[in-house]
């Protein structure tokens, strides 16, 4: 058996930086700067005009539309009636999925924007290049009814100002990890 100076594993004095343990305790992440905070309300914004995208298309679109639709363009072709519905409302049911999984999208970077994830702006960024380039495209097509158009632009907005504000050098410093995250993240 070896002697312990210091039995209990405290120092001169009785100090024990971290009881019990010779690990750490986890560091605590500082609360969000108001950049951040804009950023998620921003975000929280985005999900809701999302959702209100996703009722007007309920509203707006038809199977019935949908279906003349594909006659039109596929007038050529030997599809049926049958085959002609069912596309039709496979691509309403596509619709109501993508209207959703948008929202769902904006509410989750929001959590883990707020949560400080250095992955969820990059993300964010992301998806807001890809939605760019689908609105740019929509523009070049003429896809889509004035009030979509307009709610798209207004999405777009939302994303770039979420986007700038993710990127801010305030921000920057929230979500790098602090020093001791960085070394425990190896031993993990």
Known sequence: MTYDPYP????????????????????????????????????????????????????TTKVSTLEANLRSQNSSSNLTAAQVSSIAHIEFVIVIVF????????????????AGRNWSRIVGTVFF?????????????????????????????????????LWRK???AFFKPSQYQQNASWQA
Do not use: C, E, H
């Open 8 to 59: 209990g594993g405290g120092g001169p004095g009785g100090y024990q930086p971290y009881p019990g343990d010779a690990q750490m305790p986890p560091a605590q992440r500082g609360s969000a700067p108001p950049s951040v905070i804009n950023a998620v309300r921003l975000m929280y914004a985005g999900a809701v005009i999302s959702l209100i995208v996703l009722i007007i298309n309920l509203i």
């Open 99 to 114: 209207g959703l999984l948008a929202v769902a999208l904006w509410v989750w970077m929001a959590r883990k924007s707020q």
């Open 129 to 165: 290049g890809i939605f760019t380039v689908l609105l740019l495209l929509s523009f070049s097509r003429s896809v889509g009814s004035g009030i979509g158009l307009i709610l798209d632009v207004i999405l777009w907005l939302v994303g770039l100002g979420t986007v700038t504000l």
């Open 170 to 172: 305030d921000s920057s």
